[in-house]
């Protein structure tokens, strides 16, 4: 069955320093693969989006995601963390059958510390 | 009004009451889609309208009723509601299908159920 793994429920890091949240997925065929991101109040709003091609993809506010077929996993990353990016993040796997949907992770989220 | 609206933002019910959420998109996409985003859980769809055609209804409960007038408006009708139905419940939309394209989210109706 289709899943999608987030194993960090909450991450805190500093103001100024690196990020990096963890996605695994499990889906059978070739994976269209989405981030999401939830601002208190807020709606989702996508941050990239793989489909194929280039496994580094660049997305909005700076973050970028690498596919990684062989560890079935999609990471996303930023160099240096604002703290305009507290919210929830959510890692996604589209699925192609059943007339086609979206499968999301539990979330994770961040804090920044100043 | 742009993106993707939900009305109410906030609702409170009681058990025996009927209620309805509405959701609007002005962003000419085909596809709309109800979810249930609870805490510390994946987002869970419910429904999907394709073209005003319900696609998939994901063993939602008779108590939510959804209507897709056309391909703009989606409503989630509620009845006979139970206090675990307490939930923020999201509204999206999309060009073509879900697995493959971006959805647009709205912000949500906050539901608490007494």
């Known amino acids: 069955a289709q899943s999608v793994t987030q194993p960090d429920i909450h991450i805190t890091v500093s103001e100024g320093a690196s990020l990096e949240l963890r996605c695994n997925y499990s889906y059978g065929a070739t994976p269209y693969l989405f981030w999401y991101v939830q601002s208190p109040g807020q709606g989702l709003q996508l941050l990239l989006k793989?489909?194929?091609?280039?496994?580094l993809v660049q997305g909005i506010k700076g973050f970028e995601a690498e596919f990684k077929r062989s560890q079935s996993s999609f990471n996303l990353r930023k160099p240096s963390v604002h703290w305009s990016d507290a919210a929830e993040y959510f890692c996604?796997?589209?699925?192609?059958?059943?007339?086609?949907?979206?499968?999301f992770g539990q979330g994770t989220e961040l804090s920044v510390k100043p | 009004e742009t993106g993707v609206t939900q009305t109410p933002r906030h609702l409170v019910m009681g058990m025996t009451n009927k209620k309805s959420l509405k959701c609007e998109q002005h962003l000419g996409h085909n596809a709309m889609y109800w979810y249930k985003q609870s805490a510390k859980k994946p987002l869970e769809l419910m429904f999907v309208y394709n073209f005003k055609e319900q696609t998939e209804n994901n063993s939602v409960p008779s108590r939510f009723s959804p209507e897709c007038p056309n391909s703009s408006h989606l409503f989630l009708h509620l009845h006979t509601l139970q206090p675990e139905d307490s939930a923020l419940y999201l509204c999206?939309?999309?060009?073509?299908?879900?697995?493959?394209?971006?959805?647009?989210f709205g912000p949500g109706t906050r539901l608490t159920v007494l």
């Open positions: 793989y489909f194929s091609g280039d496994t």
């Open positions: 999206a939309s999309s060009q073509g299908l879900a697995g493959t394209n971006e959805q647009f």
């Open positions: 996604a796997v589209g699925v192609l059958d059943q007339g086609g949907k979206l499968i």
